[in-house]
């Protein structure tokens, strides 16, 4: 089969009218740059915040178009705002506003508003974010998940590192997602957690090359296009730093606040401190502070020892102001159990280790409960 360019998928959008109904989408310069991995083609079109819902048809026809090309085997198309870009074309009438709040029994639902469109059925999103790799933020956000659901919450993970997606192996989940007519995605699952992750939809080896538009692409559109049912709780697994997908979620999505996970040397403090300062200037709360390999349990005496030093991240939450949520220690079994894809909550729920989880993921709702639920800022990249 021969393989699709990004030459001929520009070529085929150029029978997609624009939203001034006489240039096409390339013409105006809407469409963002091309990714194709695997067969697939991953693009995003940029348009107007305030006509993102009204220009939604145009978006499904260039998913259309594209996925009938020969050699293709699937589109990832989203709409994205971006002032630069913007189309100037004539203002239309507003979009009718659609009442897609969640009415399940989860206490701290999102409220949609105007720019930030909340994802029908879930009560809350949360965001689990750290300023550097390698503290155990995925490990974290996994437990946390499974913490809040062991606490009788209906939970889903989103894995938001589209570069090092680390869902797949972490909950020992292979295969592909199926698609619901052809376009909205169904999530995967295990230990009674709906997971969505890029990792299920290119294949591991594949060097994920992309640009700003592109992650943020694809993120948008793992929220917004997975049947995620009915949830209480999203937790995002956001990847390392304060980069384009922190952006983007802080963005586009009402986020009910961000969990901060650091280690206790300094150097990671400082990270950690770059996360919180990037949550507070976009206005996403922080619902607080979790040390992760807080300290070292030996495994053959369960002797405890502060090795990386011990309690920075709780002097640190009390200096700025932030919950503390707790200290999870650095055992062999944590280790062990995320390489193996059965991660702790689950695999030993009556265990020392998920106890402290269940602990944080209590808090953590606990928070979430009290914030007010508050529209993050545009931001705009001059």
Known sequence: MTEVTKEQVLETLKTV??????????????VSDVFISDGKVY??????????????PMRLAAERVIKEMPGVKGALVALTADKKAAVNAPAARPAPQHDHRHHGHSHAPQQPRAGKIGVPGIGAIIAVASGKGGVGKSTT???????????????????????????????????RPTQIDGRIINPMENYGLKVMSMGFLVDEET???WRG????????????EVAWGELDVLVVDMPPGTGDAQLTMAQQVPLAGAVIVSTPQDLALIDARKGLNMFRKVEVPVLGIVENMSYFVAPDTGTRYDIFGHGGARKEAERIGVPFLGEVPLTMNIRET?????????????????????AIAAKVWEQVGETPQREAPAIVFE
């Open 17 to 30: 009218r624009g939203p001034d109904l006489e240039h096409n989408i390339v013409e105006l310069g809407m």
């Open 43 to 56: 693009f995003s079109i940029t348009v107007p915040a305030e006509r993102a819902k009204e220009l939604e």
């Open 141 to 175: 956000a996994v437990n946390l998940a499974l913490g809040l659901q062991a606490n009788g919450l209906r939970v889903g993970i989103l894995d938001a590192d589209i570069y090092g997606p680390s869902m797949p192996r972490l909950l020992k989940i292979s295969g």
């Open 207 to 209: 060097a994920m090359i």
């Open 213 to 224: 538009p592109m992650v943020q692409s694809a993120l948008l559109q793992m929220l917004r």
């Open 338 to 358: 995320s390489d193996a894809g059965t991660p702790l909550v689950a695999s030993d729920p009556n265990g020392i280790v998920a106890g402290i989880y269940r």
